[in-house]
């Protein structure tokens, strides 16, 4: 009998708002937990095939909070988007897709942490600058930190100061810096060898100690 072990962490930035949240904690996670009991392993093409289910359960429902729904399908793009976006015309092909992106890193002894974060972040510090706050800060809080300096940097583009910054409300702030989202996941070594049952668990809630939006 073979014993698998699965981590899945994701940060999701959320163009559909909360309802998007809720739907995708609730499918995704199902979805998971489905097709890895069908290939008995977590891998990428289990992740692949979860993302384009859910998505087709999401595109299923008579739902206006699909975020970003008109640039997938043709069926929603049409009015009144049309207007809302001020586009001259509909689009004949798909502009974004659903399957993700994915990369395989085999994680080894010499790695430390791992940073999952939405591209707010990256739009302002490089992968060296996200590195050196983790390893220069204490872990506690690390991932606020690395939403300030993000937003340090946001500020310097605008030529303006961060404490400026953080006076403006945040619906308005989007016009000087999109959301940030950042979870920081620190390995052990230790426990990578440790045969356990498989089991894949989703949850919406407060920020951890770890975890961090705005």
């Not at 994701?10 to 739907?23: A, C, I, L, N, Q």
């Not at 904690?25 to 009991?37: G, M």
């Not at 939403?147 to 000087?176: N, P, T």
């Not at 979870?183 to 049952?197: H, T």
Request: aromatic residues 10%; neutral net charge.
């Amino acid at each position: 009998m073979r014993i698998l072990y699965g981590t899945f962490i994701g940060v999701y930035d959320g163009h559909g708002g909360p309802e998007t949240s809720r739907f995708v904690n609730e499918k995704l996670f199902s979805n998971l937990k489905k097709f890895a009991s069908q290939d008995e392993e977590m891998s990428a093409d289990v992740i692949r095939k979860s993302f384009l289910k859910t998505e087709q359960e999401f595109l299923s429902l008579v739902s206006i909070s699909i975020g970003d729904a008109y640039l997938k399908s043709p069926e929603f793009n049409r009015a009144p988007l049309l207007p809302k976006f001020r586009l001259p015309q509909p689009f004949s092909k798909q502009i974004l897709s659903p399957e993700p992106s994915i990369s395989i890193h085999e994680i080894n002894s010499k790695d430390e942490f791992l940073i999952c974060a939405s591209d707010g972040l990256w739009e302002h510090l490089s992968n060296e600058e996200a590195v050196n706050v983790v390893h220069n800060y204490p872990r506690n809080g690390i991932a606020r930190r690395l939403v300030k300096a993000a937003l340090h940097v946001a500020a310097q583009k605008r030529e303006m100061r961060y404490s400026d910054l953080k006076k403006i409300e945040r619906g308005l702030r989007r016009h000087f810096h999109d959301d940030i989202t950042v979870v920081v996941v620190f390995l052990d070594p230790s426990l990578m060898n440790i045969n356990s049952s498989f089991s894949i668990k989703g949850g919406v809630g407060l920020p951890a100690p770890n975890e961090f939006c705005i």
